[in-house]
């Protein structure tokens, strides 16, 4: 399974922007899709966006239309997550992750990373 690790967390203030990366040890072209995932405290942990490295589709779930942005760059096996706008309720750990169909449910997800805290606050 390929190894995947998550960068670019931090702490931000509302209205501000991150990037968050995911590294993968081996080729991304061996999923069918990288995804990110959150999880805040007491909550479930719950799919962000994701993308097809591929063809490039991408899908994103509600709370992250028209905020985030993910992209991906096969050459370096890279997946980041652009995030704007930022809402003290996205403050979670953000998890990458991979699976062979293209999907946004945690459980059809095979290989995660070990995660990357965001915390918006001022």
């Known amino acids: 399974q390929v190894q995947l690790v998550e960068s670019g967390g931090g702490l931000v203030q509302p209205g501000g922007s991150l990037r968050l990366s995911c590294a993968a040890s081996?080729?991304?072209?061996?999923?069918?899709?990288i995804g990110w995932f959150r999880q805040a405290p007491g909550k479930e942990r719950e799919g962000v966006s994701y993308?097809?490295?591929?063809?490039?589709?991408?899908a994103y779930a509600d709370s992250a239309k028209g905020r985030f942005i993910i992209s991906r760059d096969n050459a370096k096996n890279m997946v980041y997550l652009q995030m704007y706008s930022l809402k003290p309720e996205d403050t979670a750990v953000y998890y990458c992750?991979?699976?062979?169909?293209?999907?946004?449910?945690?459980?059809?997800?095979?290989?995660w990373g070990q995660g990357t805290q965001v915390t918006v606050s001022s």
């Open positions: 081996g080729s991304t072209l061996t999923y069918g899709t």
């Open positions: 992750a991979a699976a062979l169909l293209r999907s946004l449910n945690v459980g059809d997800f095979v290989s």
């Open positions: 993308i097809s490295p591929s063809d490039g589709v991408t």
